[in-house]
């Protein structure tokens, strides 16, 4: 019936995908040679990803403003429902994924991308003072979130508090961000250009674009890395200063003041890295290994203070 719903018919499953989410993406050939990107959802998590990825890339591909760079999107090909699921079918962008990127490469790769994903953090940019409203979104919800997944009421509680004092009354700047920018979401060239940018269900409008680099830089390949991100927050909430003079340089070219240099920026990262996780499948809150990797390290090291 699936097969039967895409445009031109005849399409076949070329490969499946790994995904960590209930979104399961195939690469799919058309009969004519073509080849494009088909992601199917059954669950509720998994069709709200998919409709809100197709119009949030309706949206910027329909900005004038954004110019060429609209050509690092994937263009939506089709959309809809077949049975219990929904599906969408997206161009195919060149390159290669970024985590097959040699490890001595990963400086001129986060260099790259950073550049890549500047048009889009300039679109709307604004200055604000931080307010309810947005520390509610940025803190109270995700924070909310974690607290029904995994019983840390009390440390949550002292998680939020300090980052609402950390946090309000401070001016920031505001853009559109990807929400979800690591190596595996960025296609490069041979010669290490950036030839398109994937997974766009979590793109925000006048959101924190420093929330895009520092998740990036948490994310990037290093030789010998084997900790999960909650292991990797973890370790740097243990250290004098979370990020490196270098990191809090190529921070400061999207953040304002002082955010790059306390905990505020790390706490933020990873609130919204695992309250993503808890939305994307109900398989992160049921697994304990899960939590004890991501979660409990870094509310052991809150606890700590």
Not at 33 to 47: M, N
Not at 168 to 192: E, Y
Request: glycine share 8%.
């Amino acid at each position: 019936m699936l097969r039967a719903a895409l445009p031109d018919g005849d399409w076949w499953c070329e490969r499946a995908l790994r995904t960590v989410s209930d979104v399961t993406v195939y690469i799919v050939r058309a009969g004519h040679g073509e080849t494009a990107v088909l992601k199917v959802a059954t669950t509720g998590s998994g069709v709200t990803s998919l409709r809100r990825e197709h119009d949030l890339l309706i949206q910027l591909r329909s900005d004038e403003q954004l110019g060429d760079w609209r050509g690092l999107l994937p263009v939506p090909v089709a959309a809809g429902s077949v049975g219990p699921s929904d599906y969408l079918v997206t161009s195919r962008l060149p390159g290669r994924d970024g985590r097959k990127v040699a490890p001595e490469q990963t400086t001129r790769l986060t260099s790259a991308a950073i550049q890549a994903i500047a048009p889009l953090h300039r679109r709307l940019n604004t200055a604000r003072v931080v307010d309810d409203a947005m520390l509610g979104l940025w803190v109270d919800e995700p924070a909310e979130r974690i607290m029904r997944a995994v019983p840390c009421d009390r440390v949550i509680d002292r998680l939020t508090r300090a980052l609402h004092s950390d946090l309000a009354g401070r001016k920031v700047t505001l853009g559109w961000t990807h929400g979800d920018l690591h190596p595996g979401n960025i296609m490069t060239s041979g010669d290490g250009r950036v030839t398109g940018i994937i997974d766009w269900n979590e793109a925000r409008e006048h959101d924190l674009p420093v929330l895009d680099i520092a998740f990036w830089l948490l994310n990037m390949p290093r030789h010998g890395r084997t900790r999960e991100f909650g292991g990797r927050v973890a370790d740097r909430l243990d250290r004098g200063l979370p990020w490196t003079p270098e990191e809090q340089r190529v921070l400061g070219s999207v953040a304002d003041g002082d955010l790059t240099q306390g905990r505020a920026l790390l706490l933020l990262v990873w609130l919204r890295h695992v309250a993503s996780n808890l939305e994307k499948s109900a398989w992160y809150a049921e697994s304990p290994l899960w939590s004890r990797r991501n979660v409990i390290p870094v509310l052991r090291q809150v606890a700590r203070g």
